[in-house]
């Protein structure tokens, strides 16, 4: 399951965008479009494959830019210390 790690960001919603800010380091991670849609969609209820499937679903992508796009997104949110990929 992937998580947020709850605690060490502030979230905010401008102007149908999230604006995440690290605690500890202070750093800011701006979400829109699809870095949002897969946020939304961490609950600590989906994989990496439930993910990928309600983005699917949802917009009219390939299976490949799709596993790419959560890849890139996961691994980027994990090296920041924002999500636990268990």
């Not at 998580?3 to 991670?29: P, T, W």
């Amino acid at each position: 399951m992937i998580r947020k790690l709850e605690g060490r960001f502030v979230e905010s919603r401008i102007d149908g965008e999230a604006v995440l800010m690290q605690i500890d380091r202070g750093s800011f991670h701006g979400l829109k479009k699809s870095g949002l849609a897969i946020w939304e969609l961490i609950d600590g209820q989906r994989d990496r494959a439930a993910i990928i499937s309600a983005l699917m679903a949802r917009y009219d992508v390939s299976r490949e830019r799709c596993e790419s796009d959560v890849d890139r997104f996961l691994e980027r949110m994990r090296e920041a210390g924002l999500v636990a990929l268990d």
